[in-house]
Every structure is written in C-alpha cells, then in structure tokens.
C-alpha cells in the first residue's frame, strides 16, 4: 500500500515475512527470532532511528506483535491493539506550543491567561511548561497573534472514541475499556508505535499439522491487488499456500441480507429501530460507549464473517476458518465469545502478503471465474452496501422497502452522531448501517492500495459477476443447518 507510511509498513511487512518463514521451519524458538533481529538490523549504522540498539528493540517487539504476543509492558492486555513503547518518542510533550509567530509583546495576554503558571515569558518568546500546562487553550484564545497551536497527536486525533491519552512520560496509552479496536490509530503514527498481533503463526502452525484451514476472503478484496487479480486468482494462490479452499465473504453477505431483512420487516412493523450488525468496530462502539442501544437495537443477524464460518464448520466439522481483509476489528471479532462458531483468525491484506512471499507464491491472472455471492452481497464492503443488500432481499419476497427511511453513516464520527441520536431517543431514521471507515470496508484501515486505484479495479471486477439474485443463491446452501443468530 501506498501510503504517508510506506517504509514502516514496507519494514512491518518484512518482519512478519520473515516471522513465517521461521514458523514454516518450525524454527520460532527464542534463539532463531534473537537471530532474526541481528538479521534484519545488521548495523553498524542505523537505518531510521537513533541507533542500531532502538532499533533492535522496536524490531523485538514488532515480532512479538507478529507472534500474537503483547509487547513489553502490556503483559496483561487483551486489546488487538498494541503500542511500542521505545517506538514512542518522538511527538511533543505538550499540546499547546509557541511559534515564532510569538511577538514578545508587552500586554502579555498569554501569560495573564494562564491559571495554572504554565507559562513563562523567554527572551524572545513565551514558552509553555509542559508539566504545568491543563492543555485549556486560554493562552491560544488570548494570544493577539495566534502564535500558539493546538499540537494534537496523530493518534489521538484519529481516535474515534478518544481512548489514547500519555503517560507522565509522554508515551501514547490505550485505554482498552474505551477502545473499539478500529485500527485507525495504526497508520496514522507516523514513528510506527503502533501495531495490531497478528496471527500468521498459529495459522501456518494448523496447516503443517494437515488440518484443513479454509481462508474466507472480504467482499472489499476485489479491486485491492488490480483490476487482474479475482476472487479465484486469490483463490488459486491461497490454496498454493497450503489452505484447503477459500470462500468468498460475499456469500456471506447474502446469507446475513436474508435474515437482516426479516428483522427489519418486523421492526418496522412494531415501530423498533435498529443498527446493522456486520462491522466489528461499530458493534464494539455500542457495546462499550452505547450500551443501551446494543441491549436494545442491534441487529441479532451474525456477521457475513460469522456466517461463512458457520457454514463452513457445519459442512467440514473440525476446520479452521481464517478471514482475509482490510479490517483490524475482525480479529477482536473472532476473540467475542458471544459469536460462537466464528472464524478462528483475522488476517490483514499486508499479512497475507508476507504469508504469499514467505512461499515464494505471486499472485496472477486466473483463466477461469469463481463466484459464490451475488452482486449485492459483494457490494456489501462498500457505504450503503448493506442496506441495498437487505431491501434486495424485502423486493425479492414482493415487499415494499420504499417507506423505510435509513441513515447510512460511515466514519467514527458519523457513527458516533447517529448512535448518540439514537441513544436519546431524537434518530428520525429506521435503521442506521454503520461502517466505522469512511467508504466503508474498501478503506479499512489495512487497504492495500488507494482509494482511487482500488474503485477503478474493483468496478472492472464487479462488472463481470452475474446477475443472479440472493434468496435464489441461497437455495445452493444448507441454512438450515446452522444458526445466523448471533448467539445461536
């Protein structure tokens, strides 16, 4: 992926790379990964921090992240989301700064501001104790010049819930009772603090046993590796790898419209409104910031995820189901003991690409098709693509969507608006489908291209699905045999 963090992600890359090839050798002994450090960072000189010693540091942790570990000094934390500390350095102190905009002005209006004796005047300009400052803004509001800004992290700004805060060192903490494991956080630090555990090892680990681990691929992977690269060319490669077979989400998809939609006409019916339920994030917002509009409005209808799990574990008993996509918040998903029977790992679109080099495997153009959803259920990844799915299948059983009203949000604080909205009682809408990234999955946070170069491929891709309705697709697949209730 492209990015404003291309070499962190390119070295983040490398390290879980490197990780695999060592679990393919079953060769993750703490003496081959001390190995791996000096490997990766030779020396003598250092290549982005400090010095050779940070940098073996940050790797150490990184392929601690990479073996589902926590790093050091998260020792008890359950949270996907991790920081590295001795990554975590570089950002000021204090929120609040003087420019030299700063006039050295006689009236003083900052330093008269101040309540809590931040502020000291410097031969030439004001200068703010970052121990003292309360971070109001007083001085900035009072400052004639504007010549003190707002510094607001990276991290902190990206948050959704306002679950990062510092430490009396400056460190970024994660609040874990607030965060929703959306990952935003990750790529918006520009030093690289921040991580997510990946799980390529235990997965690798269940195919070397010869178990059967079947991948199941997000709608929002058509169009990520280019306009060449289908649903079956992933297929293809995945089953190189080692995976028994994969399945796209997109069916899943289908599955969940289908029974969404049966909630939604009953809803409707009784006057009751509701919030989708297939983006992790946006259920962990209500669960940990909404609680009464979790009791009360969430949709009970599984995850497309969920539902491809299900089936999968119902028609092969004892297989390993392994997600693919753009998302940090399906590996909490697959850690919810209230989603029984769902996908035993999430992996990221970068992970699956250390997982192909780490077998030498590429990914190419594929001369035959393969497609198990309908058109809506791939849409799915895309704002709007739920709901258009769900009254799809109401037109199907000769319903009238047409009077339901919906509030299509998609981005922390969309979601937030209308969950608040909907938490007092003031949401005009029916139903909210809420998809915590802006544009909806295709720009999760692990996206592996651009906005733009993903929508052009992907529109190629989709143009070739068939035509073929949901609750016809259905009729191929054993629904009875398995629950779509999230709690079976």
Same mark, same amino acid.
């Given at each position: ?209 010869? @178990? ?8 929002? %992977?058509? +169009?990520? =590796? $280019? *306009? ?5 060319? #992933? ?102 003991? @209230? ?8 992996? %990221?679109? +970068?992970? =699956? $690409? *250390? ?5 030498? #495997? ?127």
């Amino acid at each position: 992926m492209i990015t404003g963090d291309a070499h962190i992600l390119t070295y983040e890359h490398k390290v879980w790379e490197e990780v695999a090839r060592l679990a393919w050798n079953d060769e993750l002994d703490e003496e081959h990964k001390d190995e791996l450090v000096y490997r990766l960072i030779p020396g003598p000189k250092p290549n982005y921090r400090c010095c050779i010693y940070k940098e073996r540091e940050i790797t150490r942790q990184r392929i601690r992240l990479a073996c589902a570990q926590n790093t050091q000094g998260n020792e008890n934390s359950k949270n996907i989301v991790q920081v590295i500390k001795p990554a975590c350095d570089e950002c000021p102190l204090s929120s609040y700064s003087v420019t030299d905009n700063c006039r050295h002005c006689l009236g003083k209006a900052c330093l008269g501001s101040c309540r809590f004796g931040a502020i000291s005047i410097g031969d030439k300009r004001s200068h703010i104790d970052a121990s003292k400052c309360k971070e109001c803004g007083m001085c900035a509001e009072a400052c004639p010049y504007g010549a003190i800004v707002h510094l607001e992290r990276p991290c902190k700004r990206r948050c959704p819930v306002d679950a990062i805060t510092y430490d009396e060192y400056g460190f970024c903490v994660i609040n874990e009772e607030k965060c929703i494991n959306c990952g935003h956080c990750i790529h918006s630090c520009p030093f690289g603090a921040i991580g997510s555990k990946a799980y390529l090892p235990d997965i690798i680990h269940h195919i070397r046993k010869g @178990e059967e681990v079947y991948a199941m691929c997000a709608p929002a %992977t058509e +169009g990520q =590796f $280019g *306009a060449d690269i289908s649903m079956e060319s #992933i297929r293809i490669a995945l089953k190189k790898i080692g995976f028994k077979d994969m399945v796209e989400v997109g069916l899943g998809g289908d599955m969940t419209a289908a029974y969404e939609a049966e909630e939604w006409s009953e809803a409707f019916r009784d006057g009751k409104k509701l919030t989708t339920s297939c983006c992790p994030a946006f259920i962990n917002m209500q669960k940990k910031h909404f609680p009464k509009v979790y009791q009360e409005n969430m949709s009970a209808t599984v995850s497309p995820m969920c539902a491809i799990s299900r089936y999968l574990k119902t028609i092969h008993p004892g297989c390993v189901t392994v997600f693919v996509g753009p998302c940090i918040a399906k590996k909490s998903e697959t850690q919810d003991e @209230e989603l029984p029977g769902n996908a035993d790992y999430a992996i %990221t679109y +970068g992970e =699956f $690409g *250390a997982l192909l080099a780490s077998r030498d #495997i590429e990914l190419e153009k594929a001369e035959t098709e393969y497609q198990e959803a309908s058109l809506f259920g791939k849409k799915f990844a895309g704002s709007g693509g739920v709901a258009a799915a769900v009254m799809e299948v109401m037109r199907e059983r000769g319903e009238d969507p047409s009077a339901i009203k919906l509030k299509q949000v998609a981005g922390g604080k969309e979601c937030k608006t209308a969950l608040t909205l909907l938490n007092f009682g003031k949401l005009q809408e029916d139903f909210i489908e809420g998809m915590m990234c802006p544009g909806g999955c295709v720009g999760g946070p692990s996206k592996h291209r651009t906005e733009i170069e993903i929508k052009n491929a992907r529109t190629k891709l989709l143009s070739q699905a068939d035509g073929r309705k949901i609750l016809e697709n259905l009729k191929k697949y054993p629904m009875d045999q398995f629950s779509m209730h999230r709690q079976k």
